[in-house]
């Protein structure tokens, strides 16, 4: 494969901005470890990291809805319904509205990489190049 973009991105605990956590400072992962969960699927990148960072400090969260669709799962914290573990890329809209907040969990961050891969054998057409160029030059720009 070609890299044709790569972005770290980080990956962080949220809530609704209504959550009572939501204004607490420094908590920590015992702290939250009994909240409702709404989470990514397993084996998801940063769901994994999520289990890693849990299983290192013997913990673990049960969440009550798994869900691929990160944009649902935002939804549902949006709504207090429960917090989750998300990537900025993904809530960054919803922070800058008020709808949902970082949680200020100590030492629980942790960074996966958004790429745009291209097969080195395969022929890219005018209109995949068009398209790279547009989503490499949005990134540039901070639009995503």
Do not use: W
Request: proline fraction near 2%.
């Amino acid at each position: 494969y070609t890299k044709m973009m790569e972005k770290a991105e980080d990956v962080f605990f949220v809530s609704s901005a209504r959550n009572k956590l939501a204004d607490q400072k420094r908590l920590n992962l015992k702290d939250i470890t009994g909240c409702d969960f709404i989470l990514t699927e397993k084996g998801m990148s940063y769901r994994d990291g999520l289990d890693r960072l849990l299983a290192s400090k013997n913990l673990a969260v049960t969440p009550f809805l798994e869900v691929g669709d990160t944009a649902v799962i935002c939804s549902l914290v949006e709504q207090n319904m429960g917090i989750s573990f998300l990537p900025e890329y993904t809530v960054r809209d919803s922070i800058k509205n008020g709808y949902i907040k970082k949680l200020d969990v100590q030492q629980c961050t942790i960074t996966v990489y958004r790429q745009l891969l291209c097969r080195k054998d395969k022929y890219i057409t005018p209109q995949m190049k068009a398209m790279f160029d547009i989503l490499i030059e949005n990134e540039k720009k901070g639009r995503h």
